[in-house]
């Protein structure tokens, strides 16, 4: 029986990328396999929205690892609203505010903060294999708050947790808006003296940090670089450009960036 698809020329290509092309024809539609890969693809991204952080087993993870944990809440009551309402995911409970604030002792050079964004699997899958590939590549003497994770945030949350525990720089890892071949990228975004109402122009971002886009590895050297350029030049943003892909990082007990006072 002949085969009732038109295949594409190009077809060989799909190999190299998971790019929807090719896809060829049937009569005047699409394939039918190619129609459910598609809705497929469309209740992955709408699942990776709408499902919700397992806090609980990220950091039970995470203190295993070694690292301190605290939790934090946006001042969005649930996912519909946090949807429906961007600038509630930007700000802090007040409550879970002034936990942090009375949490907070020695000035820090970097909180880290790990929120669910708009893809939950992205926090759960990747931050904790970002931030083992991260931690050997740190300089040595560098003040690390507790690690936050955040249910229901936006990228600007980090800016006032940043603030609340008195850091020279905030990093957000957050589930990126998903895609209908990358349902759980991480995005990472740096800001150098985060307060309430910085700009997205202020931040640095590295992004679609996942095995399939931007490996961890290079993912935490490339953040690590912004780290340091940021401590040392005191600045994110669009003043600050990515030049790490010609960088040597220097050995982790050499730390000029840190001789610095805290502002």
């Given at each position: ?79 519909a609203a946090y949807l429906r309402r961007p ?89 990126e808006r998903p895609g209908l071949s990358s ?81």
């Amino acid at each position: 029986m002949p085969d009732p698809v038109t295949h594409s020329p190009w077809a060989g290509w799909r190999s190299a990328t998971p790019a929807r092309l090719a896809l060829g024809r049937a009569g005047a539609g699409m394939p039918t396999d190619e129609v459910l890969r598609f809705g497929w693809a469309h209740a992955m991204a709408r699942d990776a929205i709408h499902a919700a952080l397992d806090v609980e087993a990220l950091e039970t993870a995470l203190r295993s690892e070694g690292w301190d944990v605290l939790r934090a809440r946006s001042r969005a009551p649930d996912r519909a609203a946090y949807l429906r309402r961007p600038d509630l995911g930007r700000q802090l409970d007040a409550g879970d505010a002034q936990a942090l604030r009375t949490h907070a002792g020695t000035p820090a050079d970097v909180c880290i903060v790990i929120g669910d964004g708009l893809s939950s699997l992205a926090a759960t899958r990747h931050a904790l294999p970002l931030l083992s590939a991260l931690r050997p590549q740190l300089p040595a003497g560098l003040r690390l708050a507790p690690l936050v994770i955040a249910t229901q945030a936006r990228v600007a949350l980090a800016d006032e947790v940043g603030e609340a525990f008195g850091a020279r720089l905030a990093v957000m890892l957050i589930g990126e808006r998903p895609g209908l071949s990358s349902p759980d990228s991480l995005g990472i975004y740096i800001t150098h003296a985060p307060r309430r109402g910085r700009h997205d122009a202020e931040r640095n971002c590295i992004s679609n940090v996942r095995p399939e886009g931007l490996p961890y590895e290079a993912a935490a050297f490339k953040l690590a670089w912004f780290v340091r350029e940021a401590l040392r030049r005191g600045l994110t943003g669009v003043a600050l450009k990515d030049e790490s892909a010609s960088a040597v990082l220097a050995p982790v007990d050499s730390n000029p960036a840190l001789d610095r006072p805290h502002p």
